[in-house]
């Protein structure tokens, strides 16, 4: 195929979903061309930047679909080799870890963890047994010398994370070296074959709308889903994996980073607010992060970060094809457990769609 | 036969109050108030920012369920904060129904008694319609009575505990003492068979949300609350039996002496 014969992809939104879509479909022979409405380049706007980058499919599913845990599955699959080639295109290490998580309640909460196992027993059946692997304090103590004073714990051995602040720069570079035309602060429109910045529309032969919230009006019932984020620096403190924290009323994840920092997270609330973390919400995160160590109270807080998750009414994500159009939107608190596999199932919807244009 | 449940001069066909907080989403929580046919739902103005709501699609999919409003001042510490939040809650949601809520405890959720009469008579002079929740102690019910209160919300045990009626005498007392007073359990209701007793206990509703939202399947547990007080409402209608020591055969043994009968219970 020459140049002039070149299928044109347009993929608005240059958050987690539009990197990974710009960069699996740059390997092919298309034509692309990456709209954002702000920068590209860090700090990047978005819920794909204030996340943790946790790949957890089974801490998820207590509250979510069997549908996003098999999703996750698939994610945790794809990730190693993707983080692969990232690291070889780009140079970067995107910091992907499979150590799995580890999850901890305080001894008057202990129903907690019981709770947690109850539910999953509930969504898997007894295999839920086999992928989580009960801790006392000695087996704790083992695999994160760092928790005080818990006496029981769960290990979720096949979850992952991954450095997102590491992997959405290290995206951008390799966009920048591939053939992906990028276009910042474009705010568009989306149309089945269209594209609009300003009043100018352009065509296209699929246009791929990832906006996030950028899409809301344009897709039933997408709303935002506030979440604050803090990130602390310890030298006394150093976690292995992610941790999570379950209490009746407060949840709490601690992702520790390889330059010592730890993201602590996340508040989920009902509302569209930007604006900076609440007192309320910074002392909770804070009072829980202190009860896994009192060491932590000594750590600095060297970050805040609030953006506010794309979801659909049911919390699930959402892809919608048509002529000339795909819609991804969503993801919700799984952007990084859903993205590879989400990213995916839209590759193959454009090469559909692209095999009846050619 | 109808058997309507009045507040504030509002009827209500259904006897069951629900939540609207911790579901694994929108979806499935307003699934849930339909299978729960709920007609009063409680909801949440806490950590939101006020400056900001002129464009909130989870309250717009709350308010599209058609049933009464009933805003709350949950995790509110003092009277103060209690009003602030209703007035702000008032305008954003319109209506003048209230939760009221004052904490006294921040572990166990309990209600500040002093805090909530003092709440209580403030917002009833404004004009709303509270409904405080409060704890099962008499006197603390009557003074709520005092400042202007029509509906009490005792607690069957501590919030989020599903360790249903802790204080049946207590409550009875409450029931019994206030036999004119619509009296809705609040908070520690964790299973249908609780809901059930406190309506048959005479209670004239439940309200409850975790032991719904975080069912497995809230929409199947919700369906399960709703048969239960409808259950626990007619048995109480329908007068409960009372309870014997020995037991008494519905068809009686005429070819044993009742000296025998009481013979051979015994030896049981």
Known sequence: MTSETKAKVAIAGGGLLGRLLAWRLCQRELDITLFEAGDLSAPVGGACWAAAGMISPLSELVHSDKQVYN????????????????????????????????LVAHGKDRSELLQFLRELQGKLGESAREQVQPLDSNTLAKLEPSLHGFEQGLYLRGEADINNHRLLPGLLSVLHRGAVSLREHSKVNCEAGYIS?????????????????????????????????????????????????????????????????????????ESEDQSPISVRSSMELSSALYSLNPAFAEARIVETRVNCRPATMDNMPYIHSEDGLIRVNGLYRHGYLL???????????????????? | MSDLLTLYGKAFNSRLLV????????????????????????????????????????????????????????G??????????????????QTDWLKLEVIGDDYNLQPDPFGLVEAARELIQLGFKVLPYCTDDLV???????????????????IGTGQGLLNKYNLQ???????????????????????????????????????????????????????????????????????????????PTLDMPFWQQAESILQD
């Open chain 2, 140 to 158: 603390l019910c009557r003074k709520l009575l005092d400042v202007g209160c029509e509906v009490l919300m005792p607690w069957g045990a501590p």
């Open chain 2, 76 to 93: 509110c510490k003092s009277p103060r904060e209690a009003v602030e939040l209703a007035k702000m809650s008032q305008e954003i949601f």
């Open chain 1, 71 to 102: 999703l996750g599955l698939k994610s945790l699959e794809l990730w190693p080799e993707w983080a692969r080639q990232l690291k070889e295109q780009s140079g970067q290490d995107v910091e992907y870890r499979r150590a799995g998580s580890v």
């Open chain 1, 197 to 269: 910045v300003n009043s100018e529309r352009e065509e296209f032969d699929c246009v791929i709308d990832c906006r996030g919230l950028g899409a809301k009006g344009q897709i039933e019932g997408l709303r935002g889903v506030r979440g604050e984020v803090m990130v602390v620096e310890s030298r006394e403190v150093v976690l292995q994996r992610p941790v999570r924290l379950l209490h009746p009323r407060y949840k709490l994840y601690a992702v520790p980073r390889s330059d010592g920092r730890t993201v602590i997270g996340a508040t989920e609330i």
């Open chain 2, 173 to 251: 007392t409450l029931r019994e003492r206030l036999s004119d007073v619509p009296l809705i359990i609040d908070a520690g209701i964790g299973a249908p068979s609780q809901a059930a007793e406190a309506l048959e206990m005479g209670f004239d509703a439940v309200l409850l949300n975790t032991a719904i939202a975080k069912a497995q399947d809230p929409v199947l547990m919700a369906n399960a609350f709703k048969l239960a007080v409808e259950s626990g409402r007619a048995a109480f209608n329908a007068g409960l039996m009372l309870r014997r020591q020995t037991a008494s055969p519905s068809t």
């Open chain 2, 19 to 74: 939540g609207t907080a911790l579901y694994p989403s929108p979806a499935i929580m307003r699934e849930s108030v339909q299978a729960s046919a709920s007609e009063i739902i409680t909801l949440s103005l806490r950590r939101q920012n006020p400056a900001q709501q002129q464009d909130n699609r989870f309250w717009d999919y709350i308010r599209e369920s058609g049933c009464q409003l009933l805003p709350n001042t949950a």
């Open chain 1, 339 to 358: 993205a590879p596999a989400v990213v995916e199932q839209v590759e193959s919807q454009v090469a559909q769609q692209l095999l009846q244009v050619v």
